[in-house]
């Protein structure tokens, strides 16, 4: 019988425990992104992204 693997689930920005899964055939950490760290890596790229936008928009209009 084939022992069970275990990864265990690490968020790669907060380092918070997100549980475990089955490793087929693979034991450790492996790491992704939990809920709280993604929505606040997509409020800070659309901050980023107005920004950037803003600043086209006003560079665009000094150019005339």
């Keep these: 019988m084939e022992s069970k693997t275990i990864l265990t689930m690490t968020c790669a920005w907060c380092s918070k425990d997100m549980g475990e899964k089955d490793g087929k055939g693979v034991s450790g950490v492996s790491h992704g992104m939990c809920p ?22 006003l560079n665009a209009g000094a150019a005339r």
Excluded: V
């Design 36 to 57: 709280s760290c993604y929505k606040k890596l997509t409020a800070d790229m659309e901050i980023a992204d107005n920004m950037r936008s803003y600043w086209a928009n």
